[in-house]
């Protein structure tokens, strides 16, 4: 068998009896990688170690993991600056979040006519959150509608990982800032004999 060293090095080919007193002189496994080679290769190593450390790097693919969804909005072609700016805030919001959005015109009526007013709308949406995301599809008409596909600058897991570390620290600064009605309230003074001092006689 072709015998490869703990540290990726290149022993040679050598007998299974050879390889296995390699093996116990290292205190290590001998672990077979490629039976279909040939001739086989085997690899010193610590197995516990390999399998551990194998499935540590399998959790966190696990959990570094995020599929990027494509999220949907849709625009009217007359849409008011105050609606704009609500639709808007939804797509900084899901390219925050590290999705990628599908952006609609849809057209009604005599619309259809005017295709390169909604170009410049899709374009200004495009200007408008160019810091958290760029074109990806150009805008193109689709029958009666005009879409756009937007992609974040940010790939989802980064996009979750930053988010969870900002509520961890906002969860931190509110813990480190007691209220400032905390304070204890004061003791009423005490008499020379050492009770509590009598309340004052209201005015009848």
Known sequence: MRLVGPAGEQVGVVRVEDALRLAQEADLD?????PD?????????????FKYESAMKARDARRNQANTVLKEIRFRLKIDPHDYETKKGHVVRFLKGGDKVKVMIMFRGREQSRPEMGMRLLQRLADDVAELGSVESAPRLD??????????????????????????????????TAPADAAPAEA????AAGGAAPAEPTAS
């Open 30 to 34: 001998l672990v077979e990688v490629a």
């Open 37 to 49: 080679a040939h001739p086989p290769v085997a690899k010193l190593m610590d197995y516990g170690k």
């Open 143 to 176: 029958g009666r509608n005009m879409t756009m596909v937007i992609g974040p600058h940010k790939k989802k897991a980064e996009a979750k990982h930053e988010q969870r570390r900002k509520r961890e620290a906002e969860r931190a600064e509110k813990k480190g």
């Open 188 to 191: 009423a003074p005490a008499d």
